[in-house]
């Protein structure tokens, strides 16, 4: 059984695609998304725009490529891959964040409002699966609670070799903030199967980039089902 994973995004293409193929040897183009977040959780704060790599595999996509030019702008929808190396793992280094295109289609570019900074751009993350720890529950300095896990979320996993898929679950960091958080602690335990809603945040700090470390990944959780 797979668990829910998807990504609706809408943004700007960065930079203009590159061919490549995937490990299963299909044609695949990569590419990444210039997303607005808007507003910090203080609601006042404009967060800085992210930047989402992104992978579109098949035939569609190769033949598509001439059309992902920079600042094009376009809304994708697909799955989240977080995905760590062994090599990644012996050098402690964090996971990397993909999105796996399955769906995309060109927009027009929204209009430019000068009175609304904040404008964020379509951004959200459905997730189903399991914590694979009880939550912790720290207060921020706004004194608003705000719960950190991490979710297994079962995935099928394709080889290069003619085998099955294999099913395997990823590890996505996600963070709970709300009032109701520390009230609700107790029924964040490990083991417990929950599904959520959130937007993703990626971010890299000048540390961060000065090690030539990849950018961190959180999803925000904005509610559960």
Not at 131 to 136: I, P, R, V
Not at 189 to 210: E, V, Y
Request: charged letters at 25%.
């Amino acid at each position: 059984m797979i668990d829910r994973n998807h990504v609706d995004l809408m943004g700007r293409v960065e930079s203009d695609a590159t061919e490549d193929t995937t490990p299963t040897g299909e044609p695949c183009v990569h590419f990444s998304l210039r997303v607005r977040r808007g507003l910090a959780m203080d609601g006042q704060t404009v967060l800085a725009p992210m930047f989402v790599r992104c992978r579109w595999a098949g035939l569609r996509a190769r033949s598509q490529r001439q059309r992902l030019l920079q600042s094009t702008w376009v809304i994708v929808s697909g799955s989240l891959l977080v995905y760590q190396s062994t090599a990644m793992r012996d050098a402690q280094r964090r996971p990397s964040t993909l999105v796996e295109v399955q769906e995309l289609f060109f927009a027009p570019e929204p209009p430019i409002n000068a009175e609304e900074p904040a404008a964020a751009d379509l951004n959200t993350v459905g997730l189903t699966g399991r914590l694979g720890a009880d939550a912790e529950v720290h207060l921020l300095p706004s004194s608003t609670p705000s719960a950190r896990f991490s979710l297994a979320v079962r995935r099928a996993f394709l080889r290069s070799q003619p085998t099955p898929p294999k099913e395997e679950p990823m590890w996505v960091r996600c963070q709970w903030t709300d009032p109701l958080a520390g009230d609700q602690q107790e029924q964040l335990t490990k083991g417990r199967w929950i599904s959520t809603q959130g937007r993703l945040h990626i971010f890299q700090t000048a540390a961060m980039r000065a090690n030539n470390e990849p950018p961190d990944m959180v999803v925000a959780i904005d509610k559960f089902f």
